[in-house]
């Protein structure tokens, strides 16, 4: 069942429901009001009736001409009875097949019942004469209010068939000028398909639900796509790379199979493969790393990191490397507080100031300190530099720029540096001039 049939379904019912529940009140409101007019004539009979039987001698001929009048007029399909209350038990006897016991008493106590009895309706009243005391019942069926009755009946039965057909029918239309965009946004969902990401929902205006849906199922497009495109590239450039050492091992084997060499020849031969391997190896790692990046910044927990120590645990790290002595280091005696993962801010550090000595023969400056509005950590070198018209691209995916080509690596390493900073609320700058040395600067702004 589509939506908007539910939706018309649901408000028909509720409001049918309150019609119901309205129907019936009117209904027994009016119908009790019909029976107790009906049984005010009764009583108004009743009384007639006793003053027809027994004020013929104490009234004028023309006061009892008006009464005989009357008991003719009124309600002439009635039926009375006359009962004397001289004799108790007798009156009960009497009285039976009408009232019920406590009835009984409230007519013997002075007092007006009204009752009802194989579908009549019946009144009864306690009348004292000088001539002894007397109890008046009269009886008759409400013929004209029963028709009343179903009348209204029929008539508000009629009206709720015609409302809850209306409402249905109105609710509909409603519904389905409110589904309307709902069915454009899913015929236009259809369209977006792996190849077709570039397509976008219709954008609405103002600020309701629908507008904001639309809002963020675009963004999330725009977003898959930029995901998409880059794992396409991503994808296309890691084949690529992983080719390289690959084929060198594959050509390195097979002309080991053209003949014979001397065992010297063959331990070259081996440590070129060797050294392919290594290179595969680093490129398998540097690749994974990037990879997991976002899964491990948003899933293996991050924390409230101190930027300082977290930058004295790299420099130690190179005091024990092939760089030992290289690097200096100027600190504020501060501490900033940053929320990142641990072992992913040391690799990001640990790339960019690796960078940084590869490519340069001197030493590497690494400079923290607060700033205005938050933290810096400054590295600079005094290396090849950066072309100028490359300097947006390094931290492109597998790119390198074209006076490294000498160097090893595989340009992953500070794009997977750019991506954690990123993550971690970092914004990086880069100055550079070719062949005059290289600063890039960490900025954070906002401490946790």
Same mark, same amino acid.
């Given at each position: ?209 629908? #507008? ?23 994808? #296309? ?10 084929? #060198? ?21 081996? &440590? ?31 924390? &409230? ?94 790119? &390198?720029?074209?006076?490294? &080509? ?10 997977? #540096? ?31």
């Amino acid at each position: 069942m589509k939506i908007k049939t539910k939706l018309a379904l649901l408000y028909t019912l509720i409001t049918v429901g309150i019609l119901v529940i309205v129907f019936v009140f009117v209904y027994l409101l009016t119908s009790k009001n019909i029976d107790n007019n009906y049984y005010t004539l009764l009583f108004d009979k009743a009384l007639i009736t006793a003053q027809k039987h027994f004020e013929k001698d104490e009234l004028s001929q023309y006061a009892y001409q008006k009464i005989l009048d009357s008991y003719q007029r009124l309600l002439p399909e009635t039926t009375e009875r006359v009962i004397i209350v001289n004799n108790r038990q007798d009156a009960t006897d009497e009285l039976a097949p009408f009232l019920d016991n406590k009835q009984i008493e409230e007519l013997f106590n002075k007092h007006q019942v009204k009752f009802e009895i194989d579908n009549l309706s019946g009144v009864g009243i306690y009348y004292p004469d000088n001539e002894g005391n007397f109890i008046i019942i009269v009886t008759a069926r409400n013929i004209q209010g029963d028709y009343l009755k179903d009348t209204l009946k029929n008539i508000l039965i009629t009206i709720l068939i015609i409302s809850s057909v209306v409402i249905f029918g109105l609710l509909w239309w409603n519904a389905k000028m409110i589904t309307r965009p709902l069915q454009e946004m899913v015929i236009r969902m259809q369209e977006i398909t792996p190849k077709a990401l570039h397509l976008r929902l219709e954008e609405r205006t103002g600020s309701d639900e629908l #507008a904001q849906t639309i809002n963020y199922f675009n963004r999330m497009i725009e977003r898959l796509e930029i995901s998409f495109n880059s794992q396409k590239t991503f994808v #296309a450039n890691a084949s690529h790379e992983l080719k390289n050492p690959l084929t #060198a091992i594959m050509g390195e084997c097979e002309v080991m199979q053209l003949k014979q060499f001397t065992p010297d020849e063959y331990k070259m031969s081996i &440590r070129r493969i060797e050294s392919e391997i290594e290179r595969l190896s680093a490129l398998v790692n540097n690749l994974f790393q990037l990879a997991q990046t976002d899964l491990d910044i948003s899933e293996s927990g991050t924390e &409230r990191l101190n930027v300082m120590e977290e930058l004295q645990s790299v420099i130690q790290y190179f005091e024990y490397s092939k760089y030992k002595g290289r690097i200096s280091l100027v600190k504020d005696e501060i501490s900033f507080h940053i929320k990142s993962n641990s072992h992913l801010l040391f690799v990001a550090l640990q790339n960019i100031i690796e960078n940084a000595c590869k490519y340069s023969e001197d030493e590497v400056s690494v400079r923290a300190f607060k700033t205005k509005s938050g933290f810096q950590i400054s590295i600079a070198d005094k290396g090849i530099g950066i072309p100028p018209g490359e300097i947006g691209k390094i931290f492109d995916t597998f790119y &390198r720029a074209e006076n490294t &080509r000498s160097y090893k690596g595989a340009g992953i390493g500070l794009s997977l #540096a750019h991506k954690i900073l990123t993550l971690s609320g970092a914004d990086i700058e880069v100055l550079s001039m070719e062949k005059g040395g290289t600063t890039i600067s960490i900025v954070w702004k906002n401490s946790f």
